[in-house]
DNA sequence: TTGTAAGCGTTATCAC
DNA sequence: GTGATAACGCTTACAA
């Protein structure tokens, strides 16, 4: 393929005026460019990237690691982070590191994976980027990243307890606060809660936004009304058994596959989910909206999350000298109404 | 950062002997060896793989353009694609057209986004890949392909009529084909198909399959049980209807979201799934498994689409001057079992 | 076994 | 306005 120096043979220039025409720097003739910006299209003359940015410091590309790329949460991420990327005129390389076709899908438990990681934070900076984004699959306090680089990194979809970096996650006790009310602006007051994993960070926050609703809304917090789940329909199945003996109107699941057993429990009993009992989920998975009736949920604001990261990142390259103090940023999520919530008048009378 | 004229320096030799170490080079003393590789470790050098792809012709690294990473197929094929880089050692750069978010949803109708294909290539070409993967979000005829690019270029989901490229797609009449026989094993006769949209070259080719399994089974092909649909879960809620009246024990759905409206439709009439009525769709997306009873299906071969594609083009990329005949590779679909079947018994009898 | 030096395609400095 | 030329960090003949 033709380079700057057949361009500036065919035009009859030297190499470095055809740069400059190039970059839109001045101080070249208007028939001269004319003539070069003729070549380069003649030639269909492409300019190496390769050699450019082994030129210039400051390449304007950022790394984007990946846990996980076919997990749900990460395209969206990715997109933000794309747009966001477009609009500043920054590209990125993605480094996909596959951990969960790779090892064992609770691949967070062990830390086998953490050469992997590092691995691929060398690479990046083989590759010169100016800063990396770490897209977490599955949201949790990371040890894996590495500490000793020169280059700024944020983490998305995960956070670091330890503040050495800057954070951006979804807010979970916000979301859950915002569905507890939607339950609660429709009358309801006796809100059963399927409850996620044991340990799970996420549902720890959530059962913090469904207290702080009821207690805004100045409603008893009855403990009972707590079913431990584990995230699977399952789980939901059976906490439903349960909240069917007490006298709960509504339920708030913390995860849309829960939500799923509960539609599968009552729809054994014959009750009508959305005018029997009103349910509302979390995450905004496809799968929602494929109920039926169609669950209200929670939507995880992952585009957000992505855009958040960027301009955090970039704002940390483009400023390299203003201290930073690392935050865990949290993006507010979004409440989806659908079909599975009925106004409860009995209850208001 | 230390670059290799600092280890060499550090280590009192030249930069061709860190060179060569560097990459495995045989001709090095095994006390030089060891004391370049420990400067090395010592001020934690990264090569840079820029300069490096500078100087050498083949970089080893192919670029992916997507349509679009948000949609469902997209994440699984890039993991295909991925997976066979990573075992031949290939790199590979991502670029993401954004063609959903950035056009309208219908962007394949109008060609207004074609500059930003070529766009898109050019820029491939400008990063110095030796060859590219265009991964479509919706299979089709495309016509946005550059056709002067001096690298090869290989079509994921989607294909070239023109056969100017190879292409990978997935067989979908063999997929409806496993479908229908699934049902009539079951001992179904009378199945009911719900079509796609009306041009659309998956349903046509999705018919051809439905036909050729009754014909190998010796079933009469009823044209009445064919009912028009859009892909929408709307469009299968009203096949249904149409379905009730004629005594159809089974239905082929031409995709899960349609299949829904089945689901929709039967639960109105309490006529219970898997039980009363059996069903299949296709595409094995998220919902299936979500609907209840769960759906048999049909699962695309998204990764396998991806680890073809990579496979032909890094052939392509490996062997110039093997002329190849451009051609489209059908890849085989898998049946999922799930529980919407059930054994016609009374029907066989 | 090791070192010298040319060159990959650019940009940037500085002289003309 | 334009042109030599050094430099970016590396690989690779080829020389020593």
């Given at each position: 393929m033709a380079n700057i120096k057949e361009i500036a043979k065919e035009s009859g220039v030297s190499i470095a005026t055809v740069s400059n025409i190039i970059n839109g720097k001045p101080g070249a003739g208007e028939e001269t460019r004319k003539r070069v910006l003729e070549t380069i299209k003649k030639l269909d003359y492409r300019p190496n990237v390769i050699a450019k940015n082994l030129k210039q410091k400051n390449n304007r590309t950022i790394g984007i690691i990946t846990e996980d790329l076919t997990v749900f949460n990460t395209p969206d991420i990715v997109d933000g982070i794309n747009e966001y990327c477009d609009e500043h005129n920054y590209e990125f390389v993605l480094g996909n590191l596959r951990l969960y076709k790779k090892y064992d899908?609770?691949?967070?438990?062990?830390?086998?994976y953490y050469g992997r990681v590092v691995d691929e934070f060398k690479m990046m900076e083989s590759k010169q980027v100016e800063g990396i984004i770490y897209v977490g699959c599955h949201s949790r306090n990371l040890e894996c990243i590495p500490s000793n680089f020169s280059i700024p990194i944020v983490i998305a979809y995960g956070f670091d307890n330890d503040k050495e970096f800057s954070s951006v996650i979804f807010n979970d006790e916000q979301g859950a606060y915002e569905a507890t009310c939607k339950l609660i602006e429709a009358g309801h007051q006796n809100i059963g809660v399927i409850y996620g994993a044991q340990q799970s960070i996420h549902a720890q926050q959530r059962l913090i936004g469904y207290q702080r609703a009821l207690y805004d809304n100045k409603i008893l917090f009855n403990p009972q009304f707590i079913q431990q789940g584990d995230w699977s329909r399952k789980s939901g199945y059976e906490a439903s058994e349960i909240f069917f003996e007490q006298n709960v109107t509504a339920i708030f699941a913390m995860n849309d596959l829960m939500a799923g057993g509960v539609y599968d429990f009552f729809y054994e009993k014959e009750h009508k989910i959305g005018t029997d009992i009103a349910i509302v989920g979390f995450d905004?998975?496809?799968v929602s909206k494929a109920y039926n009736p169609s669950l209200s949920t929670i939507e995880l604001p992952l585009f957000e999350i992505g855009r958040q990261s960027a301009k955090l990142l970039i704002d940390m390259i483009t400023q390299p000298h203003k201290e930073v103090n690392p935050e865990i940023y949290k993006i507010d999520c979004k409440f989806i109404e659908r079909k599975s919530i009925y106004k409860n008048i009995i209850d208001k009378v």
């Open positions: 899908e609770k691949f967070y438990h062990s830390d086998k905004n998975r496809e």
